[in-house]
């Protein structure tokens, strides 16, 4: 995305801002209602053409009109020049109610617009918001620049997004993403997606597999590479650590309606849905299967349907704070728990399918709390499934907004009943993931590319991997390094040593030990000192003693 689009960008978000449009999941929300009225009115500029040109070839036309002869007036290109209180009046109470009557036509747009507001309440901020989107050609644009159109306007929400929901950093989701490694056909799943940034990145991470030319971008974005005025190969050198993550057209794509139809979230938010609908749409995912639902609850608006389905993948940080009423939890999650991240983990081992992958950010309280419900559900986890890794992640990661600690737990469902469970289950602790974890400039916290573990993670991920999961990299569980060695970042330990410990996954538990330096002074003359210090501290005493007793 160049400066220019940037430029435009800031523009709109100013001016909503002195608007009095101050809350970023508003006025994306809102900029988002603007984006897809364009969209659509650029979508029937090419069914007009297509239903010319069929006209042209047989007579007549069959290309459906998303806005027929009565219902003309409603399209962007039609209202774009009207201003003031006309303009306002004229969205907020007819073009939104027409578009959300479209359930029959066009339910996805329906679905969008049902109980929209328009809170851009001044007409003038209206106005020249409209202005500046109609600047965009989106149909000339790639999926990957109107996806990073989108993605640009996400970064104000920094890591915090609403109600204690935390925007997972791009880092963290690239290597969860590259660890699950979906493939065309996949079914994936978020149960707590947010605006959608696991869903995105999956969904990225495929068409860079299926393309035939790939473009690789640091984590931190065009912008800093730009700043830093060199090529990513140049950086690469400098900072060997540097994490990047790749993008493509996806042209080999076997399939785009497969792989449209493979996409599958729910959030407890409308305006959460919205967001990740709009993310999608504009990364070429038109028809992905959102839906606004608590996941965790009979009442929550699941279908039988969404409660049957299991997914190849599935990628989550959900929330971890709350309860739920015991008579509003799910019958068939297989935890007695009433707390959320207890629940949510259940909810992914319930729900992923045989060969399934999942990889999900936890407190780390989860991986060694000691009620029965902890310890039960880590034993089903271990000795149920394939646990393929816990990843101890930095306390800083979702600084300034939350400094808990946590971590992510790799795990996939053998393929059947009978199949043989992996003994082994491997530990690595990322202390650094790119960024500093005190260090907080500008809302965020400081890039230290130089320091970024998670490149190594993936180093070693992909060597337990080709071992079949067989030959686990790093020492041995509790192992003794002599003095000296550098401190362990990967070990493994056995799945009866974990059930001896109550299935405890604190990567702590298990780390090797570096032993400390062994003392050179003589034994006899350490026991001399101290009996002489003894000795003047029990004379002081006495002394103090006498002078009290006169």
């Not at 399209?75 to 027409?98: A, C, H, M, Q």
């Not at 043989?420 to 289950?425: E, I, P, S, T």
């Not at 001896?500 to 006899?524: H, T």
Request: charge should be neutral.
């Amino acid at each position: 995305m160049n400066q220019q689009l940037r430029n435009k960008l800031n523009k709109i978000t100013n001016v909503l801002w002195a608007g009095g449009v101050t809350n970023p999941v508003t006025y994306i929300e809102q900029i988002s209602y603007l984006i897809f009225l364009k969209l659509l009115d650029e979508e029937e500029n090419d069914r007009e053409l297509r239903s010319r040109l069929e006209s042209g070839k047989n007579g007549h036309g069959n290309a459906k009109l998303l806005f027929p002869a009565q219902a003309e007036r409603y399209r962007w290109s039609k209202w774009r020049f009207k201003s003031g209180n006309d303009l306002r009046d004229f969205i907020r109470d007819e073009v939104f109610p027409y578009m959300a009557s479209l359930a029959k036509d066009e339910p996805e747009v329906a679905e969008y617009f049902r109980d929209a507001v328009l809170e851009i309440v001044d007409p003038n901020v209206l106005k020249e918001v409209i202005d500046e989107i109609d600047g965009f050609e989106f149909r000339k644009l790639g999926p990957d620049v109107k996806g990073d159109i989108f993605e640009y306007l996400l970064t104000h929400l920094g890591s915090s997004a609403l109600n204690g929901q935390f925007r997972t950093p791009r880092q963290i989701r690239a290597f969860m993403v590259e660890m699950t490694d979906p493939d065309v056909g996949d079914s994936m799943f978020d149960p707590a997606c947010g605006t959608a940034g696991f869903l995105i990145d999956a969904v990225d991470y495929l068409l860079a597999k299926y393309s035939d030319h790939v473009s690789e971008y640091p984590i931190y974005g065009e912008d800093w590479l730009e700043k830093k005025g060199k090529s990513l190969e140049e950086l690469r050198k400098e900072m060997p650590r540097l994490q990047t993550y790749r993008k493509g057209a996806g042209e080999k794509i076997p399939d785009w309606s497969l792989l449209e139809a493979s996409v599958f979230g729910t959030d407890v938010s409308r305006q959460m849905i919205r967001i990740s609908m709009m993310n999608l749409v504009l990364h070429g995912i038109r028809h992905a299967q959102l839906k606004r639902a608590n996941s965790l609850s009979d009442m929550g608006g699941l279908s039988e349907d969404d409660l049957r389905r299991r997914y190849k993948v599935i990628l989550a940080n959900p929330p971890f704070a709350g309860q739920l009423p015991k008579d509003s939890i799910r019958a068939d999650l297989p935890t007695n728990s009433k707390k959320s991240e207890l629940l949510f983990l259940s909810l992914m081992m319930q729900h992923l399918a045989p060969g399934g992958r999942c990889a999900v950010v936890v407190p780390e309280g989860l991986l060694f709390g000691s009620t029965g419900a902890h310890v039960e559900l880590r034993k089903k986890l271990v000795t149920e499934f394939d646990l393929l890794a816990v990843v101890s992640l930095p306390a800083g990661v979702f600084k300034p907004y939350a400094g808990v600690k946590t971590a992510v737990l790799v795990f996939r469902r053998p393929a059947t009943e009978s199949a043989k469970r992996l003994d082994k289950v491997w530990f690595y602790e990322v202390r650094n993931d790119g960024y500093d974890p005190d260090k907080i400039t500008g809302g965020g916290r400081v890039e230290t590319p130089e320091k970024n573990d998670i490149p190594g993670l993936l180093a070693q991920w992909k060597a337990w991997k080709a071992s079949g999961f067989s030959a686990p990299p790093g020492l041995e569980a509790n192992a003794l390094q002599p003095h000296g060695s550098a401190a362990p970042t990967c070990w493994w330990t056995t799945r009866e040593r974990l059930g001896e410990a109550d299935y405890n996954l604190g990567a702590g538990q298990w780390k090797p030990r570096v032993a400390e330096n062994a003392s050179n002074e003589d034994p006899s003359k350490l026991v001399e000192d101290v009996l002489k210090d003894y000795r003047s501290v029990v004379a002081g005493l006495e002394k103090l003693h006498s002078e009290f007793a006169k």
